[in-house]
């Protein structure tokens, strides 16, 4: 069974569009991070929310962490050809005793987004 | 500043050759992780190394599979013995380790070695 599940799996729209992705869980994480990564490249980290309801702004990129801290969302707004990519949902589930950030993160399988002129 | 650097980037073996991939982490960071990534199941965890500590290889098949990071030189992931399962991109990852608490410790992921085995 998969942690994250990410949604829409494929996601084709015309430039200006503005399109919404979505990771979700039925488990508990203390943090998400959202990467995007370009074929034949390494993925990119965009931001870590770590708030329940957590608002986050990059540019035309907005992400949102649920209330409950088990599903978030990425929405893009007037889409450009430069923002195709494959967009990953990333976590670190919560250890019971420890707050650590560090080791494994676990992916979700990505959103693909194709953004045409 | 150099990033997490990856060679080769394309690697071709033949069933039952070995397969050495190096990482070179990002300046200052002690901490490496790989991962590999297929298309029909993303990007799976392997193993987290610090210098010279083998932290966590719960991802990694026990067989046929190692990896290190010694104290000097390049983190290397060999895989002994491939088979044409093992084609993948391998990706390796490094963070500096320093613990924060907004969810920090950033993981920054080097281009990957596209493996392809005949």
């Known amino acids: 069974t998969q942690l994250l599940e990410q949604s829409p799996q494929f996601l084709s729209i015309q430039e200006g569009e503005n399109l919404t992705v979505y990771c979700n869980s039925s488990?508990?994480?203390?943090?998400l991070q959202w990467y995007r990564q370009e074929p034949g490249e390494g993925p990119v980290l965009l931001v870590t929310?770590?708030?329940?309801?957590e608002v986050k702004k990059l540019k035309r990129l907005t992400f949102q962490f649920g209330d409950a801290r088990k599903d978030s969302s990425l929405h893009i707004t007037a889409a450009q050809t430069g923002d195709t990519g494959l967009y990953l949902c990333?976590?670190?589930?919560?250890?019971?005793?420890?707050?650590?950030?560090?080791?494994?993160?676990?992916f979700g399988r990505g959103t693909q987004l194709t953004v045409w002129p | 500043n150099a990033g997490v650097m990856q060679n080769p980037r394309h690697l071709v073996r033949r069933r039952g050759q070995e397969a050495r991939l190096r990482c070179s982490p990002m300046k200052g960071h002690s901490h490496v992780y790989w991962y590999r990534q297929l298309p029909e199941e993303g990007l799976k965890f392997m193993v987290y190394l610090q210098k010279e500590n083998i932290i966590d290889e719960s991802g990694m098949p026990k067989e046929r599979f190692s990896a290190e990071f010694p104290k000097e030189g390049p983190s290397i992931l060999r895989i002994q013995q491939v088979v044409r399962g093992d084609s993948a991109a391998y990706f390796c990852a490094s963070s500096s380790g320093r613990e924060t608490g907004q969810g920090g410790n950033e993981q920054f992921f080097g281009p990957g070695t596209r493996l392809t085995v005949l």
């Open positions: 990333a976590v670190r589930p919560i250890q019971l005793g420890r707050g650590s950030t560090l080791g494994r993160l676990y």
């Open positions: 488990s508990v994480f203390s943090s």
């Open positions: 929310v770590v708030t329940g309801g």
